[in-house]
């Protein structure tokens, strides 16, 4: 038994799963005192809704089930540019424009759902150039790249939706001016088809967009743990002298990394987007939904799998906060989330000292033995 | 003539925020500590002083004592921001965890923190925090008569006691980081950490010194960027941390560059939001929503100065590694 | 008075896993040069750490003048007037030399700096001992022994009169250790006490007068230096005698493998360029080292030839085939051959299918992947090749098959086999395991670039069997060489570099270290066109 124990702690999969386990129970305790704190009779009903809430009826799983899919996609997204050594924080603008394409597509030019979803990827892939092009050709660092980009993509993106007749609800019949038109009025054909979901959950929310979530990470999985690839991926992210001295192409690398990042996060526009159950709105704030993909992958260790986990727990808990209102406000989950990648931050590092530090003790006794070895040999002779 | 004043102040509101946080982006990285957490600093140090000008204003003293009270809302923002980011120190240095992770965490905790306790606060559905009409500094505040020139223009159309502290706060950090012991030890760590152990420079303290700066001032530019950008705090600061950052890598992670990067963005955002009043810009008359393009403008601009400049650029060597001293 | 400045009685230091200091006892006397001898490994740098305040020993006192002191850091030892001068220079690249020498005890007034004043005791110590620097240069700017005499003019600036040196002649030239040498001395003669570590024995029978022997973290004892000779002090170091020559056979020289014509490579760290117009070949059957003392350019050589740097001119073939040419510029052409030619630079990854194997001179910056498994660093070259993938997919299965037949064949030592992390292994068997990767390949050009830097003496007599072993099957060899031993007991044909270009070419069986020497500094250059082979 305990060495069963042991040995499980030592694979490492095992370990980032406990550590984040570990991050989200002392999450949800801080989230509990937190409201008790603010609203001690009303506390305890909360935060049973809070935790129960995903689970308690079929409307609300298919409405975790329909956050999360948007969410495995960036949360993909940004993983898929850690594991190559890269910070896409300009998943945000990935989204965005991948939202763009997929709604030109469906509305401007009416096209069914999965040609506008072929055209969130691509148009995610295209702004997912910039930033890996001005890294590999001018060392510029990405992070800021994708910053400015994820400003030049929501003004881009407003201007362009202005400047297509058919875009905006108000062509169609609706009565706002600053959202583009209803899915379900302009072309029924681009909704991402429900297959009887949505009767059987009773739920609008409901469609097969987590399952193409899933077959993404899957694919993602692939592409990083089986092929060749993401072997050249990975050892660019890890050590760029290396990989380069192996003959890797790792300026062509950084780019393919981040087209194929920002190709995961445009899906997530489209697919967020296709559910017809939102309208784009022409703001002059970036979408909030990009970043959130940066604590699911954190949550994951960037883990393809492990993303559609995170995202799983990131959405429950976002319909349980939900459920909380109005005695409480729902960005109590947003601290929840922050404290448990706090925690995860530093859980993470003790489990690698922890292994660390046992494998260092394990070489040195080899070490040890190799040199008694060595020395018994020389007396020998 | 009035167009050009409103520009130029303008201009100059929504570059103090912008200095004042990329100057502690500077201090943190140049200890050593990749600072992407100051979105969050600043939320919390607007947070905190507006809630404090409220509070000032509920009482009395605000509108008996304009300026005091803005002094100590100042003094709150910075406070509040430094404690802030010693979360941030803490998990950096301390704990030696990635130090993007530990930042990403505290620009999710900020936002909500601020709802949730403008809520607590304020009463349900009550998000918003207005900021006393007392807070600006106006000719009547000084007790100079009101004139149309071009200078009162331009001088009082939204000027807050943080322009005058940021001008100072501006020479202080540049002095300080280039004619003090504590800056030349504080730029030793972020460069190479182990010489300056070797030497007796304590790198733990160095950082969490580096961090609490850039908290002091992310703090009060949150504040700045709160007066700057309308009348009430919404629990948020609208991307600026991020571009602060930007500007501090525009900026060489130097004093003076930052303050001519931080003027060249501003320039360009103001430029963009005032395009339409602006008589010798190209109209685009035949695009819709035209103002977008300018609204783009300073993106674009600086990323094609960033390209055009990247051979220049130089981080400090060590930024974003912990430092452990049992490795060496 | 005490007749020992410090006493470090039975220290014994432990990291996890490993006592680097076994109940160790060293006294220094005053005035002297105290030599600490030992192999890499031995425990010398952990003992001087404990000496300087890094560490804390768990067990054992160390006295100054006969009193028990406990120094928790730097800050302790600089008030005890203990300095050191650390074997990786510890200056800030981008700081004045000024600011380096100040650094931790910075004159000030209310915390603003005082550099007038610093500049005028630094600039006092430089001339009274003759240590020539430039106090507003940039440390980036200036040389490796300018660095070095700034980290003594450190020491000095702090009035330090227990000075440790630790390994301070690997980067120098042979003059600039016959300077360090007479610095040195003159210290001692001021009454200054220094530590001297090493692993030279020519520099302990010549500036120490005495010395301290420590193996496996054990101290062996300490001896008078007037009183024994290299050979004993060797025997006490690795605790047994040293074969000092590598048992090899006449070479059988083949076709030329590598020929390298008017290689010219910018550099990287000044104006100049680093290698200047070189031209040398290398045939099967033999190894050619390239010796000099480091940094007169043949990273930069080694860089070119296997396409990790760009040259800016020349002409490489490997095997008859093109991997570089480029053609000067602003030069006018010899009309005839290379007109019309194109511009060739081979990529990496063909120069290796083409048959070149690399063993980097870092291992751990360019010859693996820390973080990968031993199996996936043994596949780094080629994971692409039909045997490890199919269709774009990694056969784990061969990978795994593989790694197991070279951790068998070169005895490549690990935690947990295949799966170990790279980062969990000990130097020398990173170092085997990026031989087994490079010679598995069966190359036709092996480049191999301070191979045994860092390895104690088991694993270099391996590596250098696998040389000699690799040309004894007709490959050629390039060997990189910063130690004149390894070069004079590897080689079959010396070439020197000194400031970028090739100044002589020796047959190691008639040439000695001390000839090696003097054009290896620049004191001399072979003037007439070199026969090449």
């Known amino acids: 038994m305990g060495e069963q124990k042991r040995r499980s702690l030592r694979i490492p999969g095992g370990t980032s799963i406990l550590a984040s386990l570990i991050s989200i129970g002392v999450g949800l305790i801080v989230g509990l005192v937190l409201l008790y704190v603010l609203n001690a009779k009303a506390a305890g009903g909360a935060f049973v809704s809070l935790i129960t809430t995903g689970f308690r009826s079929s409307d609300k799983f298919a409405k975790v089930l329909y956050q999360a899919a948007p969410l495995i996609m960036t949360g993909l997204s940004v993983g898929f540019a850690f594991k190559t050594g890269l910070f896409n924080i300009g998943a945000t603008g990935q989204y965005t424009v991948g939202s763009a394409f997929a709604l030109i597509g469906a509305i401007q030019f009416q096209l069914p759902w999965y040609i506008c979803l072929l055209l969130a990827l691509i148009g995610g892939a295209f702004w997912g150039i910039f930033p890996g092009l001005f890294k590999a ?12 980009f994820n400003w030049i993509a929501m003004f881009a993106v407003n201007l362009t939706i202005n400047n297509l007749p058919m875009m905006l609800a108000k062509y169609w019949g609706g009565a706002q001016m600053d959202r583009t038109a209803n899915l379900a009025q302009a072309n029924p054909g681009a909704l991402i088809p429900r297959l009887g979901l949505d009767v059987l959950m009773k739920s609008n929310y409901m469609n097969i967009s987590i399952f193409i979530a899933i077959v993404f990470a899957i694919v993602a999985w692939i592409i990083l743990s089986k092929t060749t690839f993401g072997y050249e991926l990975k050892a660019c992210g890890y050590n760029r002298n290396a990989s380069i001295y192996a003959g890797i192409n790792a300026k062509r690398n950084i780019v393919l990394s981040m087209v194929i990042s920002g ?94 530090g046992k494998q260092r003790r394990e070489d040195a006794a080899l070490e040890a033995a190799t040199a008694h070895a060595t020395e018994a040999k020389d007396e020998v002779k | 003539m009035s167009i050009l004043a409103d520009i130029v102040s303008a201009t100059i509101v929504f570059m103090i925020p912008l200095l004042l946080v990329a100057l502690g982006g500077m201090f943190s990285e140049r200890s050593g500590v990749v600072n992407i957490a100051l979105e969050g600093i600043m939320i919390i140090g607007a947070l905190c002083s507006c809630l404090f000008l409220r509070y000032m204003d509920a009482s009395g003293f605000g509108a008996a004592h304009p300026q005091w009270a803005m002094f100590f809302a100042i003094l709150v923002a910075g406070l509040t921001g430094a404690i802030f980011s010693l979360l941030l120190a803490f998990a950096s240095v301390n704990l030696k965890a990635d130090q993007t992770i530990g930042g990403t965490a505290l620009n999710m905790l900020a936002p909500a923190f601020a709802i949730v306790l403008t809520w607590a606060i304020q009463g349900q559905g009550q998000t918003t925090i207005l900021i006393p009409t007392w807070a600006r500094i106006t000719q009547e505040t000084l007790g100079i008569p009101v004139r149309d020139t071009f200078l009162q223009l331009f001088l009082f159309k939204s000027f807050y006691q943080t ?55 992310g703090g009060i530019g949150g ?106 | 008075m005490n007749e020992y400045v410090i006493e470090m009685l039975n220290i014994t230091k432990e990291f996890p896993g490993i006592r680097a200091n076994d109940d160790i006892t060293l006294c220094l006397r005053r005035g002297e040069i105290h030599a600490l001898l030992g192999e890499n490994g031995a425990g010398k740098s952990t003992l001087m750490s404990v000496l300087f305040g890094l560490y804390q020993p768990e067990k054992g006192t160390i006295k100054k003048d006969g009193e028990v002191v406990r120094i928790k850091g730097p800050n302790e030892a600089n008030a005890l007037n203990i300095g050191m001068v650390h074997q990786h220079f510890k200056l800030v690249e981008v700081f004045t030399v000024l600011e380096n020498i100040i650094l931790g005890v910075e004159p000030n007034k209310m915390g603003f700096l005082q550099k007038k004043e610093a500049r005028k005791k630094v600039v006092a110590l430089s001339e009274r001992y003759g240590l020539k620097i430039d106090p507003d240069a940039l440390i980036e700017d200036i040389s490796v022994g300018m660095q070095q005499r700034v980290e003594i003019l450190k020491m000095l600036y702090r009035d330090n009169d227990i000075l440790i040196f630790d390994e301070p002649t690997a980067v120098l030239t042979p003059q600039e250790i016959e300077e360090l040498m007479n610095i040195m001395r003159s210290f001692a003669a001021e009454g200054k006490s220094i530590l001297f570590i090493t692993h030279k024995l020519n520099e302990i029978m010549a500036v120490a007068d005495r010395c301290t022997v420590l193996r496996k973290g054990k101290c062996i004892g300490t001896v008078d230096v007037k009183d024994t000779d290299k050979s004993s002090l060797s025997r006490m170091m690795v605790g047994r005698d040293v074969e000092f020559v590598v048992a090899k056979g006449e070479t059988k020289l083949g076709d030329t493998v590598l020929d390298v014509k008017n290689l010219t490579v910018p550099s990287k760290l000044h104006k100049n360029n680093a290698v200047k117009d070189v031209s040398f070949s290398v045939r099967a059957g033999e190894i050619v080292c390239l010796a000099g003392i480091e940094g007169n350019g043949q990273t930069e050589c080694v860089y070119a030839l296997t396409g990790l740097e760009k040259p800016s001119a020349g002409e490489v073939t490997l095997l008859g085939k093109p991997i570089v040419f480029i053609a000067p510029k602003r030069e006018k052409q010899p009309a005839s051959a290379l007109k019309g030619a194109k511009a060739v630079l081979m990529p990496i990854r063909l120069r290796s299918k083409l048959g070149m194997s690399h063993i980097p001179e870092d291992r751990q910056k360019f010859g693996l992947v820390l973080d990968y498994s031993l199996e996936e660093n043994l596949v780094l070259q080629r994971y692409w090749e039909p045997a490890f993938q199919k269709n774009g997919f990694i056969r784990k299965q061969n990978v795994r098959q593989y790694a197991e037949k070279l951790i068998k064949q070169y005895d490549i030592r690990s935690g947990q086999g295949p799966v170990t992390s790279a980062r969990s292994m000990s130097g020398g068997n990173q170092q085997k395991a990026i031989v087994a990767r490079e010679m598995d390949k069966n190359p036709d050009l092996l480049v191999a670039v301070q191979p045994t830097r860092g390895l104690d003496v088991g694993a270099i007599e391996y590596i250098h069997k696998q040389l000699v072993a690799a040309r004894d099957n007709g490959k050629a060899v390039f060997l990189v060489s910063l130690e004149l031993d390894e070069v004079m007991n590897v080689s079959d044909r010396i070439l020197v570099m000194y400031e970028g270009e090739i100044v002589g070419e020796f047959d190691p069986k008639v040439t000695t270290v001390e000839e090696l020497g003097l054009y290896m500094a620049g004191a001399k250059k072979q003037a007439a066109e070199r026969t090449v082979h």
């Open chain 2, 163 to 217: 322009t005058i502290w940021a001008v100072f706060l501006f020479i202080i950090a540049a002095v300080v980081l280039y004619k003090t012991r504590f800056g030349l030890r504080l730029r030793s760590c972020g460069e190479h950490p182990q010489a300056a152990d070797s030497v007796g420079v304590n790198v733990y303290r160095m950082r969490y010194a580096g961090v609490f700066i850039s908290g002091l001032l």
């Open chain 2, 223 to 328: 504040l700045a960027y709160t007066l700057a950008a309308g009348s009430a705090f919404q629990s948020t600061v609208a991307g600026y941390g991020f571009l602060a950052l930007a500007v501090m890598i525009f900026g060489n992670w130097k004093p003076l560059n930052i303050l001519g990067a931080s003027l060249f963005f501003a320039l360009f955002k103001i430029l963009g939001s005032y395009s339409g009043s602006i008589p010798f810009l190209p109209k685009f008359d035949n695009i819709k929503a035209s103002e977008y393009i300018y609204l783009m403008l300073p993106y674009v601009v600086t990323m094609i100065v960033l390209i055009l400049t990247s051979k220049k650029s130089r981080a400090p060597k060590a930024e974003g590694i912990p430092y452990d001293k049992g490795r060496r």
């Open chain 1, 263 to 356: 190709a995961f996060a445009g899906v997530g526009g489209g697919l967020y987007f296709l559910a017809g159950t939102g309208q784009y709105t022409l703001l002059k704030q970036l979408l909030a939904a990009g970043f959130n993909g940066i604590p699911v992958a954190l949550l994951a260790t960037s883990n393809p799998i492990g993303t559609i986990f995170s995202a799983f727990f990131v959405s429950y808990i976002q319909v349980g906060g939900d459920a909380m209102q109005p005695d409480f406000v729902k960005e109590i989950i947003d601290i929840i989330i922050s404290v448990i990648i706090y925690l995860a931050a530093f859980a993470l590092l003790t489990r690698e000292l922890l292994s660390r």
């Open chain 1, 137 to 148: 050709l001018f060392n510029v660092n990405e992070v800021i790249t994708s910053i400015m």
